[in-house]
């Protein structure tokens, strides 16, 4: 059985705010926006090209075990991109406040460019030039 991540959940305090900041300035795309029932609300937007979404909402966390997540608590989150060079590029013209990208390492896979949300969430941006034309699922089995 294979197992696929493709929604995560990200904690805001305000999804129009996030919504926005996520569409306009990551480029994310907006997949939905909707009230799945009375007083919840959900919005999933996708990075281009992956996978794997994110969902902001109201009441996401009511369902979930354990406690809730604070907004601004989550760091770590990863997009892989083909040319740091050009997503800097790309993320700065749309007035997204990114640093500028990282060497730590000489292999690919090395280079690293930052970013928060506007509730202080912190995202990574790592080049891994083998994406461009390889799923990493494919790349890094031996």
């Given amino acids: 059985m294979e197992y696929t991540l493709e929604v995560i959940?990200?904690?805001?305090?305000?999804?129009?705010?996030?919504?926005?900041?996520?569409?306009?300035k990551c480029g994310f795309h907006v997949d939905l926006d909707t009230e799945v029932m009375p007083g919840v609300r959900v919005v999933?937007?996708?990075p281009p090209g992956s996978g794997c979404s994110i969902m902001l909402g109201d009441a996401i966390w009511d369902t979930t075990p354990?406690?809730?997540?604070?907004?601004g608590t989550y760091h770590g989150?990863?997009?892989?991109?083909?040319?740091?060079?050009?997503a800097h590029a790309e993320l700065t013209a749309r007035g997204l406040e990114v640093t500028e990208p990282v060497k730590y390492a000489e292999q690919d896979g090395g280079t690293f460019m930052?970013?928060?949300d506007p509730d202080g969430n912190g995202w990574s941006v790592q080049e891994y030039r083998v994406r461009a034309g390889t799923p990493l699922r494919e790349a890094i089995r031996p």
Avoid: M, N
């Fill in 9 to 24: 959940g990200v904690p805001v305090s305000d999804i129009d705010r996030a919504k926005e900041f996520y569409a306009a």
């Fill in 44 to 46: 999933q937007l996708t």
């Fill in 66 to 71: 354990g406690p809730t997540p604070q907004p």
């Fill in 77 to 86: 989150l990863q997009l892989c991109v083909p040319d740091i060079e050009r």
């Fill in 114 to 116: 930052y970013f928060t």
